[in-house]
């Protein structure tokens, strides 16, 4: 849940004791004393210690006089105003938040989403954070940031905003609202390999099937390919003996994707290349697993939270 930043009252007004309402001195005359922010501190001259005695309840004339002196209530009724005045800057206001795997999500509130066909928000880098702003306006929706971490690819689907990061994570964002990160994934060697060179990170992610319900990780020793509903892993094709993918060198065509593995010695291109759908390796007389969730109908929406 998005928490909202709050303001606090004081424990104690100015002039009010602990047990609550104000002090005995109130109504006490007030005094010049050089040292004294309040109208009525409550000591005679000469530091007795003692209270000052009562007035009486009626001024001269008949008129009942209040019990807060003029500076005093000046204070209360400016305090009051900011108070007032801080209720909407604090609704309009971003909201941040600190998560697990040094994440921090700030939603923009006052971008608010539109109809639902332009809910989905366009992704970009920039910098050390990622940004979803509004197809139509431009306007800044929310932006996903993470300590010590940098963006270096992005890619997209239907309610998943997924993220490659220079520290070998991949994280899956709520994308029209940016309201959780679903599920951060590492592959073993990955930070290594993209930072023995730039440019790494392109076609390191690669959505399957519509509606990007699969998510493949292309790395040069694994495809490893995750459910995007949950994160949960559901094949890894290593690369041949003496071969390594090139996440660089691919083309995608009527859902396949063909993704370059040169093998030192091989004469035969087509050696070279690999087959994947969303169900694992393309050969003749597989038996793929089933990749939906158990109990859950195919097509299930994004739901929920998983680290």
Request: with cysteine; proline share 11%.
């Amino acid at each position: 849940m998005t928490a909202l930043p709050t303001t606090t009252a004081p424990d104690l007004l100015p002039g009010a004791r602990e047990g609550g309402g104000p002090q005995d001195d109130a109504d006490s005359p007030q005094t010049d004393s050089p040292h004294s922010d309040s109208p009525h501190d409550g000591l005679r001259p000469g530091g007795s210690g003692r209270r000052g005695p009562r007035s009486g309840g009626l001024r001269s004339g008949g008129q009942g006089r209040s019990r807060y002196g003029p500076r005093r209530r000046t204070r209360l009724l400016l305090a009051a105003l900011s108070a007032v005045l801080a209720v909407p800057l604090v609704t309009a206001a971003q909201q941040s938040r600190h998560l697990p795997f040094d994440d921090r999500l700030t939603v923009h509130t006052t971008a608010a989403p539109g109809p639902p066909a332009a809910q989905e928000p366009v992704l970009r880098t920039v910098g050390p954070r990622v940004e979803a702003r509004d197809p139509r306006s431009g306007t800044l929706r929310w932006v996903h940031e993470r300590t010590g971490s940098r963006p270096l690819a992005l890619a997209s689907g239907p309610g998943h905003a997924f993220a490659l990061w220079s520290d070998g994570l991949v994280t899956d964002t709520e994308r029209v609202t940016g309201s959780a990160v679903r599920w951060h994934r590492a592959l073993p060697g990955l930070a290594d390999w993209l930072a023995a060179g730039s440019g790494r990170a392109a076609g390191v992610l690669q959505p399957l099937t519509p509606g990007a319900r699969m998510l493949a990780v292309v790395t040069p020793q694994r495809i490893a390919t995750f459910r995007a509903v949950d994160g949960d892993l559901r094949w890894v094709l290593p690369a041949a003996r003496g071969c390594a993918f090139e996440p660089g060198r691919y083309v995608r065509t009527a859902g396949i994707l063909l993704v370059a593995q040169p093998c030192p010695g091989h004469t035969n291109w087509a050696a070279e290349l690999m087959a994947v759908d969303d169900l694992g390796r393309i050969v003749p007389g597989r038996t793929p697993l089933r990749n939906d969730r158990p109990n859950v109908p195919p097509n299930d929406p994004p739901s929920g939270v998983s680290n």
